[in-house]
Structure formats: C-alpha cells, structure tokens
C-alpha cells in the first residue's frame, strides 16, 4: 500500500487530493494547523504541525514516518496562502506572511523529508504547487509570484540534489481554481464572469482538476517526470485568445 503526507490538509484542493488517493488505495497522513477540523478514513492519521517553521516540517514528517512504518512514498505539499494586492498596498506583516505560508513552508517541507528519501531504498515523490502569476505577469500578485517562482526554482533543485535516491520533484502551476479560499471571490456573478473570460477555455479551474493531476504525478505512471512544472491554467500563459472586433 502507497502511502502519502498531504500538508496544508484542511484545504479544497488538498481535501479532494486526499479523496483521489483513497480511491487509488493510499493510506494517507494528513498535516494541518487545524488537524482538529480533519475527517479522517480508517487508519489514517492527522498531524497538528505549522510546517511554515522548520520544527513543524520536521514534525509531521516524522510522524507520518512513525505511523507508517517507513519513510512516506510521497509527500504532497498543498499548505499556503493567497495574497493578491498591489505592492504599495503590501505591508510588511502580510509580505512575510505570504513566503512564509509559500516558500519557507515548501523549503521546509523538503529539508525533512528529501534527506530520508535518500537514506531509504525506495524512491520517493514530492509534489508542490506554484501559481500561474510565477510564469507570466498578472497584476496585483508581486508577493504571491515572488513566492511561488522559489517554488519553482526549489522543485528544479530538489530534482537534480535528488535524483541519485530516486526521488522526483515536480509542482502544478494552476489559475484560479474553486476552493473555500477563492469561493468569495467567484460569488458575484459580474466577478466570476471577467474571471472566466482571463482563461482561453472560458472558465476557472476546479480543485478536483488539480487533485486528478496531482494523484497522476505522484503515482508510479509518472515515474519519468521530474523537475518539472506543469500548468493547469485553462491555456492561461500558453495562449493569446483571438478577440473579435466589435
């Protein structure tokens, strides 16, 4: 039986993740700040640990390699945060939040779990998730894109430290996609609409859609793929729609 760590639990895209991997037969370990409001299946565990801190990381590693018995095969990191406002808008107190919910967290996360692959004989997984605003300019973003182009520049190291142990490093850059987090934001139908028109395909993403990429990079079918960042953005930075004249 696989097993996986899922941090940042408690959220929509990581919660439909989890659902995924139950269904593929995976016994999960599930981290959050909020370990308390997890629903949990038979014989999985839930880890009250801030994995924005070093000693946080560490612990829900180390606990999801206790309850398991071996070092996790995978670690999903899906804890982070949104933060969209214009720079001279950002305070420090919100610019610091933003890494370290984003960067520190997905460094973290890393540095507890990269070395145990290493000392493990079996290969090991770690997937992340980055932004569309790392990829290409989308105003109002400048702290959340900073953050998630780290991500980024973290997944393509951790894959070339790595790759000697077996473990691959890959991350899903999405667009807006529905979760509790972003559900204000698409209740005005006048704001859902000029959401949707920013994607080619017409539309924002849903968090099962992240859930069903993210469940294929972590299983054996994506055995060849590392380092890599995949967009899930609707076409978002790949495309320039072709807008009729009036």
Same mark, same amino acid.
């Given at each position: ?141 400048? *702290?959340? #894109?900073? $953050?998630?182009? =780290?991500?980024?520049? /973290?997944? !393509?190291?951790?894959? &070339? +430290?790595?790759?000697? %142990? ?23 139908? *006048?704001? #859902?609409? $000029?959401?949707? =028109?920013?994607?080619? /395909?017409? !539309?924002?993403?849903? &968090? +099962?859609?992240?859930? %069903? ?34």
């Amino acid at each position: 039986m696989k097993t996986c760590l899922i941090t940042g639990a408690s959220g929509g895209v990581a919660t439909a993740l989890a659902a995924r991997l139950r269904d593929a037969g995976w016994r999960l370990a599930l981290a959050s700040r909020r370990a308390d409001e997890l629903v949990l299946a038979d014989g999985e565990v839930a880890i009250a640990a801030d994995v924005a801190t070093e000693d946080g990381a560490e612990t829900a590693v180390a606990r999801a390699t206790e309850a398991f018995g071996q070092v996790p095969d995978a670690v999903a990191h899906c804890a982070g945060a949104i933060l969209i406002a214009p720079i001279g808008r950002t305070t420090e107190a919100q610019y610091r939040a933003c890494l370290a919910a984003n960067l520190d967290s997905a460094f973290f996360v890393a540095k507890a779990y990269a070395p145990r692959v290493q000392k493990s004989p079996a290969p090991g997984a770690l997937l992340f998730f980055s932004s569309v605003a790392a990829g290409i300019g989308v105003a109002n973003h400048a *702290a959340i #894109a900073m $953050a998630k182009g =780290g991500v980024e520049a /973290l997944v !393509r190291s951790l894959a &070339a +430290d790595f790759s000697g %142990a077996g473990l691959r490093a890959n991350a899903i850059a999405p667009g807006l996609m529905r979760t509790p987090a972003t559900e204000r934001m698409l209740t005005n139908e *006048a704001a #859902a609409k $000029a959401i949707a =028109g920013q994607y080619p /395909l017409g !539309r924002h993403g849903e &968090a +099962d859609e992240a859930a %069903a990429l993210g469940a294929f990079l972590l299983s054996d079918d994506a055995g060849w793929i590392s380092g890599q960042v995949i967009g899930l953005d609707g076409g978002f930075q790949a495309v320039r729609p072709y807008v009729k004249s009036p």
